[in-house]
């Protein structure tokens, strides 16, 4: 089944525990991104990759980083989380730029 | 990117049908006009993009007036498992861009 896969969907952790959430995805897709979701803000963009080993700066990237050296993979890295990055965390991938997104479930992440 | 104005909310009935208005006044030649459906605790999920004019699929209709200025979202005869919240995105499309979601509009069909 062509799918997103973010791990895990839930996690709380405590301030400044450095912390990885994963997104792969088995559609060979070029394009991926993640977004986070607050309530009343809607979905933000936090960075995008275009291909292996380019990423650029979304909307909010700060507090984050990412990496992409492998095709199919895409992670998150918060390298010190702190309590404002509390949220639910979304990663998606396209095909080209023509194409719409196929999202992940989700990432619930509670920062104490 | 184009800034997009879509109803915070909106109510309708099972059978009816429904339709939403994105306005984006300051498109560019370029950009795409993409639709997304969402449930509470699940990610976006694609329902429809256009260009120009009008595009239909198994699921919907959009609507585009010739100056691209704003366009309609059309769902036929929406059921309970319609409601949902509905964003309307202009730009690039796929993941090679900055895609600014913003809130969408937040529609609940009743019996």
């Known amino acids: 089944e062509a799918q997103v896969t973010q791990n895990p969907r839930y996690l709380i952790t405590v301030t400044g525990k450095k912390l990885t959430v994963t997104c792969s995805q088995n559609?060979?897709?070029?394009?991926m991104s993640w977004y986070r979701q607050d309530p009343g803000l809607g979905l933000r963009q936090i960075y995008y990759s275009m291909n292996v080993e380019v990423t650029d700066k979304g909307d909010v990237p700060e507090g984050y980083k990412v990496s992409r050296k492998e095709k199919r993979n895409f992670p998150l890295i918060l390298e010190s989380p702190s309590p404002n990055q509390t949220s639910l965390y979304f990663c998606?991938?396209?095909?080209?730029?023509?194409?719409?997104?196929?999202f992940g479930s989700g990432t619930r992440l509670t920062v104490v | 990117l184009a800034k997009t104005t879509q109803p915070i909310s909106m109510d309708s009935y099972e059978g009816q049908e429904v339709n939403i208005t994105c306005s984006h006044n300051n498109i560019a030649t370029n950009d795409y006009i993409t639709w997304y459906q969402q449930f509470p605790s699940q990610g976006p999920r694609f329902i429809i993009q256009g260009y120009k004019t009008k595009v239909t699929n198994e699921v919907a209709s959009l609507f585009i007036p010739a100056d691209r200025k704003s366009s309609t979202l059309s769902l036929p005869r929406v059921s309970l498992s319609d409601t949902a919240v509905y964003y309307c995105l202009v730009g690039p499309t796929g993941g090679g861009n900055k895609l600014t979601f913003g809130t969408g509009t937040q529609l609940k069909v009743e019996l």
């Open positions: 559609m060979n897709h070029e394009y």
């Open positions: 998606a991938s396209s095909r080209d730029r023509e194409s719409g997104y196929t």
